[in-house]
């Protein structure tokens, strides 16, 4: 979207806030009670006819939660003032913190463990339907330099389709709360300097999902120890990848229920514990682990390598069965006319 003059903003963030009795030393973070509230979009318009000669009417339409420099406090600037909001891929730079938002102002939040922070814009149009995701960062000593490259992001919370009868999502329902979103502190986080970042997607462009995050540097007092594990960092860019359903599913063909956008929520953040590093793998040896189970018996034949010596014992009492072969009888033929030969030669013999 686009931004109104500097003068107007002024106008309208007090009059927004007019209920707010206890701003803080800088524009745009007041406190109430047990909230911190930050005006992430509360000048993000131009008039129809002063955006439109800049950009096209379609662009006019896209949403904004950047800030002007001049009013951002602890919210990191992007862009220019007199430039319309252009939506972020997935896998571009500036998805970090937007364009512009890759070094700090010099501001910081301080904000105790167990706090709720609130973002509020001017308005939100009503088409750009999908799910809102906060993230954190410890930054180290200081987030003013503190670009939130690498795998430093972890995941506070995040909601998207939330009834799919009534179609529903997480930007309705940033709508109904007044065109803000809020986010609780863990109560259990390590303290240190973070950078929290709101990140809403709208998916009203079917394969075009259209990304607008913002970036709020915070001191976080109190806490414990509560921190995400290794598993659970990630880096922005990087944590979105193309062709993610979450990303480039369409939202009009009535889904009953929609992917998650991104990684887990941090254990930490609802009390649990980070999840254990994975085990490194076992070194690999020469010999055979030994197998308390059988080998299962092999199809083919292979041959033992010794046999059974022969043990004494009775001999089988069966009568084994002979056959008598032709060879058999010509041998005895032959030797009964040889012998009734030899017969009758000795009863000639005796005749004479």
């Known amino acids: 979207m686009c931004y109104i003059t500097l003068g107007l903003c002024s106008h309208l963030i007090s009059h927004l806030f007019s209920t707010i009795h206890t701003p803080s030393h800088h524009l745009g973070l007041f406190r109430h009670k047990n909230v911190v509230h930050f005006t992430c979009c509360s000048c993000c318009w131009r008039d129809f006819s002063s955006c439109a000669r800049i950009r096209s009417v379609r662009q006019y339409r896209r949403p904004n939660i950047s800030r002007l420099a001049t009013i951002l406090g602890p919210i990191r600037p992007t862009q220019s003032p007199n430039r319309c909001q252009e ?25 105790a463990a167990g706090q709720s922070v609130t973002w509020t814009m001017n308005t939100w149009p009503a088409d750009h339907k999908g799910p809102v995701t906060v993230y954190m960062a ?35 329902k940033l709508i109904s709360q007044g065109n803000s979103w809020t986010q609780t502190i863990p109560s259990n986080i390590m303290p240190g300097n973070y950078l929290m970042r709101l990140e ?27 921190a995400p594990g290794e598993s659970e960092l990630v880096s922005i860019p990087g944590v979105y990848k193309s062709g993610d359903p979450a990303l480039f599913g369409s939202i009009w063909e009535q889904p009953q229920s929609w992917p998650q956008v991104g ?9 649990g514990s980070a999840p254990a590093p994975a085990p490194a ?15 299962a018996p092999s199809s083919t034949y292979s041959e033992p390598e010794s046999y059974p010596s022969p043990t004494k014992g009775p001999l089988p009492t069966t009568p084994v069965a002979t056959t008598k072969t032709k060879v058999c009888r010509i041998k005895r033929s032959q030797k009964n006319h040889f012998a009734k030969r030899e017969y009758l030669r000795g009863w000639g013999k005796r005749r004479l």
């Open 87 to 111: 939506s972020i891929t997935f896998d571009s730079g500036d998805l970090t913190c937007n364009k512009g938002g890759a070094v700090g102002n010099g501001e910081t939040a301080t904000v």
């Open 138 to 172: 410890n930054c180290g000593d200081s987030c003013d330099n503190f670009d939130g490259s690498g795998n430093k992001w972890s995941k506070l919370s995040s909601e998207g389709l939330i009834d799919a009868g009534s179609f529903y999502w997480a930007s309705d």
């Open 200 to 226: 809403i997607l709208a998916l009203h462009s079917a394969g075009s999902p259209q990304f607008y995050p913002s970036c709020t540097q915070l001191k976080v007092t109190g806490g414990g120890d509560g």
């Open 263 to 271: 990684p887990n929520v941090a254990a930490f953040v609802n009390g």
């Open 281 to 295: 793998p076992a070194p690999t040896t020469s010999d055979p682990e030994p197998s308390s189970s059988k080998p």
